[in-house]
C-alpha cells in the first residue's frame, strides 16, 4: 500500500519541550511539505525539499526545524521557539516538477498544555 | 499581495439541490489551480488540477472549471456523503511547488 503516514495522531506537550513530528511516503516522491492549518484559515507552507539533504523555508518558518536525510522521511521539530505551536500539522508529496499534485498524510493534531 | 478567496464560507443543501463553490484569485501569475476535499480531522485529498483558462474536469458528481480569475466547482445532485470541506489552491509561475490555499468551504448536505 502507497502512501504517507504522519505518527503520532494526537501529541500532547507541555509548553516549553521540543517535539518532533514524522512523516513517511514510500511513493516515492522527491519532494516533500509540511503545513500548519488552524481553524478558521487557510493551511500555511512551513518548510519544504524537493531533494535530499537539501529544504526552504516557508511562510512561516520561524520556531520549527526539518532534517531530510532520506528520500522518504522528512522529520518536523516544533521548538521552544514557536509562540502559538498548538495547530493540526500536515505532511505532503509530490513528484518533483511544478505541475505534479500533493498528496496529504492523515495529519497530526498537536495540543501544548 | 497574491490571495485566494473560497465563497461562500459554509454552505447547507439538501439532498440532491445542485450548487456550485467558487475560488477567486489575484495572483502575480497562475501556473496551476488545484481543488481538494478535506473531512474533519483527515488530511486533504486531491480532486482535481486545472492549468489553463477554459479547462473542465469531471469526477462523479463533481465538475470543476477556471477563468481567468475564479475556479468553480459544480456539484451535481450531491449526497450527504459529499459533505466535507472543499479546498482551493493556487501554484505560482517562480514558485518551487509551494501551494496558497483558500479558507475552504463547508459544504453540508442534508438528506
Known amino acids: 500500500d502507497g502512501g504517507i503516514t504522519q505518527s503520532p495522531k494526537y501529541l500532547f506537550r507541555k509548553e516549553g519541550q521540543n517535539v518532533t513530528l514524522s512523516c513517511e511516503q514510500n511513493?516515492?516522491?522527491?519532494?516533500m511539505y509540511w503545513y500548519r492549518q488552524d481553524p478558521g484559515q487557510g493551511l500555511r507552507l512551513i518548510y519544504y525539499?524537493?531533494?535530499?539533504?537539501?529544504?526552504q523555508k516557508g511562510d512561516i518558518a520561524e520556531g520549527y526545524s526539518v532534517s531530510r536525510e532520506k528520500k522518504e522521511s522528512f522529520p518536523l521539530t516544533v521548538t521552544s521557539a514557536q509562540k502559538n505551536p498548538t495547530a493540526f500539522y500536515l505532511c505532503?508529496?509530490?513528484?518533483?516538477?511544478?505541475?505534479?499534485?500533493?498528496?496529504f498524510g492523515p495529519g497530526t493534531r498537536l495540543t501544548v498544555l | 499581495e497574491d490571495q485566494v478567496t473560497q465563497s461562500p464560507e459554509a454552505l447547507r443543501l439538501q439532498e440532491g439541490e445542485s450548487s456550485s463553490l467558487n475560488c477567486s484569485y489575484t495572483?502575480?501569475?497562475?501556473?496551476?489551480l488545484f481543488w481538494y476535499r478535506q473531512d474533519p480531522g483527515k488530511g486533504p485529498e486531491f480532486l482535481f488540477t486545472?492549468?489553463?483558462a477554459g479547462e473542465e474536469k469531471e469526477k462523479e458528481r463533481l465538475k470543476a472549471t477556471l477563468t481567468k480569475k475564479e475556479s468553480f466547482l459544480h456539484i451535481t445532485a450531491p449526497k450527504p456523503e459529499d459533505s466535507a470541506t472543499y479546498l482551493c489552491?493556487?501554484?505560482?509561475?517562480?514558485?518551487?511547488?509551494?501551494?496558497?490555499f483558500g479558507k475552504g468551504t463547508k459544504l453540508s448536505v442534508k438528506p
Open positions: 511513493l516515492n516522491h522527491d519532494a
Open positions: 495572483v502575480s501569475g497562475l501556473r496551476g
Open positions: 489552491a493556487v501554484l505560482l509561475r517562480g514558485s518551487q511547488g509551494n501551494l496558497i
Open positions: 486545472l492549468y489553463s
Open positions: 505532503a508529496s509530490s513528484m518533483r516538477g511544478l505541475l505534479n499534485e500533493q498528496f
Open positions: 525539499s524537493q531533494i535530499v539533504n537539501d529544504f
